[in-house]
């Protein structure tokens, strides 16, 4: 096996898509309009690339290709591509691979080092963060933002992120205790998550002790993803943050909700646009708007400004929650229609 960042070139070869879903090629995939063999489909695609290793037919499944492609970087993608190449010896480490995987798609803590390997890989635990991967940037001596190249230097050294995670520390540290001034928040009741079983929804309120200089910011960060994602059972995330003289909000989305998944249950999109005439009939802030947002793979929606940052709503959580919980509830009962 070997890999080729996939380039145009590649188009009309015969190739194992891993991760990425590219055209003329097999797919190992759980991005959406994948084509993987059902004998090997997971939630990730890193699970997907270690069902393969392990299957009996991988010759079949394969179809005696031997070049693999992806066409982005992330952690997940760097690691099934990893385990493709490996093949069986890669399953030895099949808990620390789907625990960073699942840290790196879903932003989900199954293991502390887990979340630390992606974040040693792909530099936060946001799947939308484009600062960089600091184990390239470390190995080349400079920032790297060419995917190719990142593959290139990284794909060496995965074992040994995967199992010898705390080396890394210097690339995880601060990004870690930003998870963990959140978790730690939760724990303490200042961060709290009511949950709204009748609408699926999970109203989340973050306190203002998880913001510092160095951390968290609800106008430069899209959420502290991990807490959030190992706090919350619903369908639809209400997240409310206290900004200035009132409230930041998103609206989102489950965050593996984006990818075909197999264990983890289907998400079904809803329309806000009725939400979003209604709230802002009733926001008095006039120099933002509530807004339908997808610029995330599982955002729904934000209060924000001309630049779609996220701006502070004069409306209370209180409010906001029960019009989206009301919105959620009549949708379901369409359904049911």
């Known amino acids: 096996m070997r890999f080729e960042y996939y380039h145009d070139e590649l188009a ?6 891993v991760d990425g ?19 090997v489909k997971a939630d990730t695609s890193t699970e997907i690339a270690l069902n393969l290793a392990a299957a009996p037919n991988r010759d079949e499944l394969t179809r ?12 997940d993608g760097v690691l099934s591509v990893w385990t493709v190449l490996t093949g069986e010896r890669a399953l030895e480490f099949r808990d620390e691979l789907v625990a960073a995987a699942e840290a790196g798609d879903f932003s989900e803590l199954s293991t502390e ?3 630390r390997a992606s974040i040693v ?29 990142a593959y290139q230097l990284i794909l060496p050294h995965v074992e040994r992120v995967v199992t010898h995670t705390g080396e890394y520390e210097g690339l995880w540290r601060d990004a870690w205790n930003r998870i ?10 200042a961060s709290r998550v009511v949950e709204d079983s009748e609408a699926k929804l999970s109203i989340v309120t973050l306190a203002p002790e998880i913001f510092s200089p160095s951390g968290f910011k609800p106008t430069r960060h899209s959420a502290p993803f991990t807490a959030i ?16 003289d009132g409230w930041a909000y998103r609206i989102d989305y489950p965050y593996y909700s984006w990818a075909e998944t197999v264990v983890r249950p289907k998400i079904k999109r809803r329309n806000f646009s009725s939400l979003m005439t209604r709230l802002n009939e009733l ?16 955002s729904a929606a934000k209060f924000c400004d001309q630049n779609g940052k996220l701006a502070a709503s004069s409306l209370q959580p209180d409010l906001v929650a029960t019009q989206l919980r009301n919105t959620l509830l009549e949708s379901a009962a369409a359904t049911v229609r």
């Open 180 to 189: 963990a001034a959140a978790l730690d928040s939760f724990a303490k009741g």
């Open 21 to 39: 879903t590219v055209a003329n090629a097999v797919h190992f995939s759980h991005w959406q309009g994948n084509e993987t063999p059902a004998s």
């Open 283 to 298: 926001e008095k802030n006039s120099i933002a708007k509530w807004k339908p947002d997808s610029s995330e793979m599982a």
């Open 113 to 115: 080092d887990g979340v």
């Open 12 to 17: 009309e070869v015969p190739k194992l898509s």
């Open 121 to 149: 890989i792909q530099g936060s635990d946001s799947p939308s963060d484009d600062s960089g991967s600091p184990l390239a940037r470390q190995l080349a001596g400079e920032d790297v933002y060419d995917d190719a190249r």
């Open 229 to 244: 994602s190992n706090q919350t059972s619903g369908e639809v995330f209400l997240i409310a943050t206290p900004l200035n």
């Open 64 to 75: 005696g290709i031997d070049l693999v492609t992806n066409n982005h970087f992330d952690t």
